[in-house]
Nanobody, 123 residues
Framework: QVQLAESGGGLVQAGGSLRLSCAAS????????MGWFRQAPGKDREFVAS????????NYADSVKGRFTISRDNAKNTVYLQMNSLTPEDTALYYC????????????????WGQGTQVTVSS
């Protein structure tokens, strides 16, 4: 059973940074792409970033390009989201996600989701 557990959220002032982590278990982590999504109050969930199974290819939403970095440590079964230059518009519940099938290429289809970690950016 695939399990995803996010951590690292919190309250930060505008301009600050946070690093989110997502620990995966239940299968061979290094064979699967991973992604980060977010959902702000009253809004639909939106894509933030993705990384392929090898870590060699990443993709970002335009709203976070140049500020956020997705990375993975396959030895630790963990994917990270480094968030810099945060703004109040980044306030949301952040989820990590994983596809059902291994070694997939973009566009990824994400089937498994964590419970989310809250990020709140104050102005």
């Amino acid at each position: 059973q695939v399990q995803l557990a996010e951590s690292g959220g919190g309250l930060v002032q505008a301009g600050g940074s946070l690093r989110l982590s997502c620990a995966a278990s239940g299968r061979t982590f290094s064979s699967y792409a991973m992604g980060w999504f977010r959902q702000a109050p009253g809004k639909d969930r939106e894509f933030v970033a993705s990384i392929n199974w090898s870590g060699g290819k990443t993709n970002y939403a335009d709203s976070v390009k140049g500020r956020f970095t997705i990375s993975r440590d396959n030895a630790k079964n963990t994917v990270y989201l480094q968030m810099n230059s945060l703004t109040p518009e980044d306030t949301a519940l952040y989820y990590c996600a994983a596809p059902h099938f291994p070694w997939t290429a973009e566009p990824f289809v994400f089937d498994y989701w964590g419970q989310g970690t809250q990020v709140t950016v104050s102005s």
